[in-house]
């Protein structure tokens, strides 16, 4: 979705302000949501892109407003409760009303460990991949209301194709639930010039990591 | 990491912020549910507390810079060079190392949200998440630099990587002049987390503690 989340090239956000010695969590809240995150992905409940589209339908007044691990919060009130896993009603008592779903699995202390490393998104290709490293390629001019990894300021573009990453779970598909629908990867570079005409640093080059339906050939 | 999940107050008297009532309401909702187990969430968080950080990434950078050989494979294949140092109980995969050089210089960003390599750097800084960076690391990498007071050589061009799928990138900063013969440990204390991302430079010999 074209949303407030899309955030490369805007103007306007100011400075960068690091912060020096900057702590993991700022609030025990945020290490437990991350948590919570962590342990509720574990059961299968949900893809990872569908937790990237829950922030990005965040109203873009509470995105821009709100802390990260914040947003995290208000996400995953939103999906428990659109999923079935758990009423409003109970979120605002704060205790469960009703039992809870049969799920998969649940991620016990034991088994941390084993969740720290990200699991793989490489699937087996359903057919050879269409373009090859040195290949011009023009990303498309798309604007789907749904989830999408290709960002406004690489649509219509184009870019030499650098890298083919594998074949890889499609966030465009997976992010509705409905299915996997694997898609070859590539790296995708671009003179600055291209993407910010005139006004780009000499120079410059930025690459995405673009699926094969974001391309075509230029 | 004990965590009273029955006390409605804290031990100074102040009241509970909105985001400690909320987060305290989900979690306990979700345990009574019976998805969660909070020891499971204690030992998540001690993780990312005490275990998984930069200090990783910065023994892969060390590594690179003793070893031609794991250089070499780093760039290779990120992913199976950093499993072979056995850092990690298991490295993901799709981990890429890309090199600075006096010629070029790499900047990682996630410009839609905030894909990091947590493997190696542990969670992303706040800075990395923010509007700021993510909207003008694709346009401004020159003046973001320069909001990190690092300023580059007009000669070298700056390449940015927008993480926009589940690969994972991971700069292999330059190794600084004047640390010739050191071990890999003491070269690891030069090895910042911004070294790793591309908003910072390796630390000097002369600045290491």
Known sequence: ?218 | MAHDHDHDHDDHGSELSEMQLRVRALETVLTEKGYIDPAAIDVIIEAYETKVGPHIGARVVAKAWSDPAFKRALLEDGSKAVQTLGLLNRVGDHLIAVENTPKLHNMIVCTLCSCYPWEVLGLPPVWYKSAPYRSRAVNDPRGVLGDFGVKLPAGTDIRVWDSTAETRFIVLPMRPAGAEGWSEERLAALVTRDSMIGTGLAKQPSEAA
Request: glycine share 10%; hydrophobic share 40%.
């Open chain 1, 1 to 218: 979705m074209d949303g407030i989340h899309d955030m490369g090239g805007m103007h306007g956000f100011g400075k960068v302000e690091p912060e020096p010695n900057e702590p993991v969590f700022h609030s025990d809240w945020e290490g437990r949501t991350l948590a919570i995150n962590r342990a509720m992905g574990y059961t299968g409940v949900w893809t990872i892109d569908q937790t990237r589209a829950g922030i990005e339908q965040l109203p873009p007044d509470v995105y821009l407003t709100s802390s990260y691990y914040k947003k995290w919060e208000l996400r995953l009130e939103k999906l428990v409760v659109a999923l079935g896993l758990a009423g409003a009603d109970e979120l605002a008592k704060g205790h469960a009303l009703r039992p809870g779903k049969a799920l998969t699995r649940k991620l016990v202390a034991a088994e941390v460990p084993n969740t720290l490393t990200r699991g793989s998104f490489a699937r087996p290709a359903k057919a050879p991949a269409r373009f090859k490293p040195g290949d011009r390629v023009r990303t498309k001019n798309i604007h789907p209301a749904t989830h999408t990894r290709l960002p406004r300021y690489a649509r219509d573009k184009v870019g030499i194709v650098e890298a083919l990453r594998g074949c890889h779970v499609f966030p465009d598909v997976a992010a509705l639930g409905k299915g996997e629908d694997p898609q070859w990867l590539y790296t995708v570079l671009f003179d600055g010039r291209e993407l910010w005409g005139d006004s780009a640093e000499p120079s410059l080059k930025v690459s995405i990591e673009a699926f094969e339906p974001y391309l075509e050939p230029a």
